[in-house]
């Protein structure tokens, strides 16, 4: 009796899943944004941040609706935002500009101290759509920083000096190690025989540094840390590195929608040098200043601009939202990929040729790394939730389509055939005798790629999907310990409570006797 009750809830069960997805979905969609609203982005490190919360707050005090996008993982991802129309407006560096983001377009220069005119760059982007406001004020160029005390131990002073020590140990941020105006370049002109070469985060480079893991980093000429950990930056005497004028990229379209937002974002041309840039890094990860406050500060000394801001909300009303928003990434994908997978799973089965085809389809999947399945993501699906839940949902479907298959391809022959001899047609094997045995192994599937779907989400910060790795991540780039703890933990008790709502699952849908035996 009990055996025939249960077929029957597994339908209305599925059918309320793709309604619960189906309903849900538009929220994750980006919005077609009001025609004069601004939207900002920055990358993921703390002066890009405090220059877009500049620009942010200069375009509300300009009496425009405005909103910043923090945090975007590299150049190409806040680059292709950028161009999709996902962001309007973002600050970025001329050298990166010609040296990473142009690399290859007619007239741009080898790495080397001069750059291209600024005629050249202007005309270069204006056919890809985009504008360029500034200089803003400072050259934020690279450097290869090392500890005093071991500059002055070794004689170190330039550049050229570190070819003879190959001893020493580099921990370089992980884009300057594939940057046309990084590592590459920097290793092939000065010719240095150092192997020992680390890709870093950049903030956790200066950690590194400082405790001796690392002997020379890459750093940013404003970067607070300098000062923070006695640094001595060496002498670029073969001039590799071109200037890093700090610019606004915006879309050219913007001027149609918003002259107004052009024009007050145009005031901020000139009026950041590189001592001002340097002090508010400072405040912001040395002081733990928020930098939001920063460019607050910043905007009503130099410009005379006052922006009410709201007051922050506390603590618990943050993880609550982070949560709703995690949470929105993990089940909408997670649903998907069941209401998909499964049937995948019954197909591999049922055909083992094409089987073995669905299996390696979705295994190859997997071994996407998973920052780069998100950026593949960007051209088709822009930024925010929706890119992140169909990256999470293609890592999904390995573990439920494996355990699937393997549920039923483990089933005794013997039962197949009891039942066929009884009439029973292939769609009712299925449900009352397929299903069921085979439940135990995917609901095996579906919990492992639920608790997979929790940890992988905190990279959704990363494109701006926001969830608990937007702390997370903010904590790193800050050395903030507070903040990464209010992503961190919250994401391990989801992935608990997770694990637990599925052990109350099994009990509902596993037969009582596949249980007492799994047990046995």
Sequence with gaps: MSTRARPRRRLPLAAGALAVVLA???SALPETPPGNLVRVGSKAFTESVILGEIATQTARAAGLPAEHRSGFGGTRLVWDALLRGAIDVYPEYTGTLVQEILAGAPGADAPGADTPSGAWLTKTVAARGIGILGPLGFNNSYAVGVRRDLATRLGLHRVSDLRAHPELRFGFSNEFMSRRDGWPALRD???LPQTDVKGIDHDLGYRGIAGGAIDALDLYATDPEIRRYDLL?????LQVFPRYDAVLLYRLDLAERSGAALAALGRLTGRIDAPTMAAMNARAKLDRVAESQVAADFLQTSLGLSVPRPAPPGIARTILRRAVEHLQLVALSLLAAILVAVPLGIFAARRPRAGQLVLGAVGVIQTIPSLALLVFMIPLLGIGALPAMVALFLYS?????????????????????????LGLPPGAILRRIDLPLASPLILAGIKSAAVI??????LGALIGAGGFGQPIFTGIRLDNVGLILQGAVP??????????IFEIVERRIVPRGLRLREKA
């Design 397 to 421: 479907l390995l573990p439920i389509v494996r355990n699937t298959h393997a549920g039923l391809t483990n089933i005794p022959p013997a039962l197949r055939e009891s039942a066929e001899a």
């Design 491 to 500: 994401a391990s008790v989801l992935a608990l409570l997770v694990q637990g």
């Design 189 to 191: 002109r000065y010719r």
């Design 453 to 458: 779907n929790v940890g992988t989400a905190t």
């Design 233 to 237: 930056a060496l002498e670029d005497d």
């Design 24 to 26: 849900a979905a538009p």
